[in-house]
């Protein structure tokens, strides 16, 4: 310690007691004293490289990882296509610790290694670490396209495969219509939203933004796979990145798990399930086949059977809440209940818990993974959106003036998509915010991959929807991040349409 | 462990293992000991990350805790007295290892600093000899910044006082 420290140490102590600058020189050679019977400690650096290298082994360096999970497995599977097929899916299995493939395909079950279950992780980086997290900049005019549509997502799609609910990139303005073939500047009828809750302090002035990894599993094992057409281990550093395989048989399944994303869905393999319409050849047929509101099972029973599905294939839920019907198929204004049409498939959402708190999706309704079940069979007809809860955690700036996401709130938050017929006056009450969080998809432009963010929102719960027409939203959702509030209050107010998606 | 979670890892590791060394060995008084309970804390913070709450603390700080309470716990298996943080707590050390390399010097300080209360003395070797801020050792230790200040300061003027107190027996003695 220098002479500089030993005066710093002094003062401090004056600092905290007065009385000691009486006694500046004794208290010196006090300290100094002390200072020379400190031993010279070095710390032996072979016994530091020794320990970084235990502890790299112990919590997973990537080479470890292969020796641990990856090559033996190729070592034991040699060459044979078959086993190398099988020592993917077992990888699959660990990855996300289901025992779905256990079941249907017979194979022995193992153990999970601890580190690679389906816990949720997040790894803290420093603030602003995922740079702007403005959805409009990057992707712009070329999201007009699409607009309304969903952001091409896999495996997220509600029963029945369809759609998917994805990011809807607000539009970088009225401007932006022009000279698009199909867009439309709808006319100014919209609902008007009345706030009905309490004042609210908002006191957190940063807050955490998680990013999905998205997790890459390199697997060596191109060169297992020989089908006598080309020697696929000359393509060096290869990796497997999705995988789809199909159970042969009545009521199979098709498995889909992209390594890239780390996630996985499971749907039926249709040709395997009863086609009812498939010999019909006019309306009278389809109409004779079609479902009757009674033929819809009882809420309680639905979940029964995604619950007995989920148990059946160790399918690990352990970060999700309790199963929601989403029962929107009945919301069918003006419609007699007999009249209803009636989907054949209904699904059920697992909300994803983060803090015991709700992700929503840009919509309003809750995220997480989607169950379809098929009400002809009575049986699951698919799982969307399994993924691994690996996350990395960024602080970023969040508005604490109320009245700045009320303003933005009582625009429709971040979806503003209804229109009434002109004279219509449609208000729309919304209540007192809960504080959840939002899942936005940004596309990373360098890497051309789609990342979910996780982002901190407030939820206005709708208390009071229009009396006429079609309102199928629930909540009003308005982003904490100050730049996302910010990029929703440029947001066009309404937003055009394009005409495919009216 | 992706590259970018070894580097921070490499980072966090490289930046923080002979600080944690030396604090333990200051404990300990041995090579071996204080490399072995090194291990150990840096594999217990490594398995508890998830339980750091970055609001009650600063990561070192949380780290020298593990550090402090692994140690604790060693020689709480090592002997049957309660209270003993570390072997300066200890009555009678024979039965203990000890590096003769710093043995004299150790000793020296042990003399030195031997009245002090075992809270004022880590403190002082907390501040003086690793050099670590008053916010750490408040977050190590559990107590407030200004506590650890005061307690400090109070330390120091102990060791004052008996320093004044030995020359006047010094000088009553040469008059005599």
């Known amino acids: ?502 | 462990m992706d590259n970018q979670e070894q580097k921070v890892f490499s980072s966090f590791y490289q930046g923080n293992v002979e600080k944690i060394y030396r604090f333990i060995y200051y404990k300990t008084h041995h090579k071996e000991t204080a490399e072995d309970l090194t291990s150990q804390t840096f594999f217990k913070a490594l398995e508890s990350m998830r339980n750091f709450d970055s609001h009650k603390g600063n990561f070192s700080s949380w780290l020298y805790s593990i550090a402090k309470n692994t140690v604790i716990d060693f020689y709480r298996t090592k002997r049957s007295e309660t209270d003993i943080s570390d072997i300066w707590d200890l009555a009678g050390k024979e039965d203990i290892e000890r590096d003769s390399e710093y043995k004299e010097q150790l000793e020296k300080a042990e003399k030195y600093l031997k009245d002090l209360k075992p809270e004022q003395r880590e403190i002082i070797l907390m501040r003086v000899w690793g050099d670590l801020p008053y916010k750490e050792i408040a977050g190590i230790i559990g107590k407030s910044e200004a506590n650890c200040k005061m307690i400090f300061s109070r330390a120091i003027n102990k060791l004052r006082k008996e320093e004044v107190f030995v020359l006047i027996v010094l000088l009553t003695l040469i008059k005599i």
């Not at chain 1, 020794?50 to 040699?78: C, D, H, T, V």
Request: proline residues 5%; hydrophobic residues 35%; charged residues 25%.
């Open chain 1, 1 to 502: 310690m220098s002479k500089k420290q030993i005066k710093n140490l002094i003062e401090e102590l004056y600092k905290t007691d007065g009385s000691l600058k009486d006694y500046g020189p004794q208290l010196e050679k006090i300290i100094a004293k002390i200072i020379e019977a400190r031993p010279d400690i070095k710390i032996d650096e072979q016994f530091k490289e020794e320990l970084y290298e235990q502890l790299m082994i112990k919590f997973g360096k990537p080479e470890s990882a292969k020796i641990r999970g990856i090559n033996i497995w190729q070592w034991i599977f040699s060459k044979k296509l078959s086993y190398a097929f099988v020592g993917a899916v077992v990888i699959v299995v660990i990855m996300f610790g289901v025992n779905y493939f256990v079941s249907i395909n017979k194979i022995e079950p193992f153990q999970t290694p601890s580190g690679l279950s389906n816990e949720f992780n997040k790894v803290v980086l420093s603030d602003n670490a995922f740079g702007s997290l403005a959805i409009a900049e990057e992707q712009g005019a070329q999201e007009l396209d699409t607009a309304n549509a969903p952001a091409g997502r896999g495996g997220e799609g509600t029963a029945g495969g369809g759609g998917g609910t994805g990011s809807v990139a607000p539009m970088p303005g009225k401007i932006a219509c022009m000279g698009q073939e199909g867009c439309i500047i709808p006319p100014d009828y919209f609902p008007e939203y009345i706030y009905v809750g309490e004042d609210v302090k908002l006191e957190q002035d940063k807050m955490e933004v998680l990013r999905r990894k998205n997790k890459i599993i390199p697997l060596d094992i191109l060169e297992s796979f020989d089908f006598g057409l080309t020697d696929l281990s000359a393509f060096k550093d290869a990796k497997i990145q999705t995988i789809n395989f199909v159970q042969d048989k009545p009521y199979g399944y098709s498995v889909f798990i992209n390594f890239d994303e780390g996630t996985m869905s499971i749907d039926a393999y249709w040709s395997k399930w009863p086609q009812p319409y498939s010999k019909c050849t006019d309306d009278k047929c389809y109409e004779t086949m079609r479902l009757k509101p009674t033929d819809v099972l009882a809420d309680e029973e639905l979940i029964a059977i995604a619950n007995q599905f989920i148990a059946e294939h160790g399918i690990n839920l352990k970060n999700y809440g309790q199963p929601e019907v989403e029962n929107d198929w009945r919301n069918q204004p003006g419609i007699l209940e007999t009249q209803l049409y009636v989907p054949d498939y209904i699904s059920l959402v697992y909300p994803l818990l983060i803090d015991g708190k709700f992700v929503y999706e840009q919509s309003g309704t809750k995220f997480g993974v989607r169950v379809g079940i098929n009400i002809r069979e009575k049986k699951v007809s698919g799982i969307y959106n399994l993924s691994l809860q690996e996350y990395e955690s960024s602080m970023y700036e969040t508005e604490t003036d109320f009245s700045r996401i009320l303003e933005i709130a009582e625009k429709g938050g971040m979806n503003r998509y209804y229109y009434w017929s002109e004279g219509q006056s449609q208000k729309v009450e919304i209540g007192t915010p809960s504080q959840e969080y939002l899942v936005i998809w940004k596309y990373d432009q360098e890497k051309q991959t789609n990342q979910m963010l996780i982002v901190p929102a407030l939820i206005f719960t709708i208390t009071k929807i229009p009396a006429e027409g079609y309102y199928y939203q629930k909540n009003i959702i308005v982003p904490l991040v100050k730049e996302l509030l910010e990029e929703n209050q440029d947001k066009p107010y309404p937003v055009p349409l394009m005409k495919d998606a009216q």
